[in-house]
């Protein structure tokens, strides 16, 4: 199959992301391993210690895109199984997968699965003590939208984190990132999952995403205060956090 990504507008992108999660969603956590070398693990964790999660019954969580459930279950673990997370993906098929994981892990009281789309949350108002999305932002066709919708549904005093990959900020850690990215990231999505076009694009919409103080500024905008980031591996993977005051 050819995707042919680079022809098609960001408005009209989501059909496309969808035909990729479709495909990968059964590998997807052994991809995610193999082409982050691993690295996604200790970026989550970083996440998740960022949040905090308290041990409390009533704290209600949303991971948006959240597909195979990895920032949802690290967020429950971390509250002792307390937390309440609800996981919420436009793509079906990475629900699925995730289901049945939280099932595996003893973690399915705490964690409901959502197929909606981040730009029109079905939830209301001020539900959510936190709004979590991890490499997930980047893939939504207007990321404003998705923004206005997390300041929405979040409770005042609530948390928005958002991980994404980003800009690296290291002068020869830039041009490894840029062979292993556009070589190798490819090559190993040929290799394990049958194409490689669905990763060019996935690279590319890397560099498309705003960097780490642009996207900081659009946070601002959509309503958040306190907005700041940190880097992971010198800017690969940045988080960015906000609240909603
Ligand atoms: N958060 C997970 C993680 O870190 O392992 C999954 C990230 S995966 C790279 C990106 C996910 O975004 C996919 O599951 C995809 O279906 C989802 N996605 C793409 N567009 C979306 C949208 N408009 N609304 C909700 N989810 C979307």
Known sequence: TSFGFKDVADGDKQPLVNDVFHKVAKRYDMMNDLMSAGLHRAWKDAMISALNPPPDPEYRILDVAGGTGDIAFRIVEASRKMAKATVLDINGSMLSVGEDRAKKKGLAENCTFVEANAEELPFEDKTFDAYTIAFGIRNVPHIDKALSEAYR????????????FSEVEAPILDKVYDLWSFNAIPAIGKVVAGDGEPYRYLVESIRKFPNQGDFAKMIERAGFSRVKYTNYSSGIAALHSGWKL
């Not at 549904?153 to 994404?164: A, D, P, S, T």
């Open 153 to 164: 549904v979040l409770k005042r005093g609530g948390r928005l984190l958002v991980l994404e």
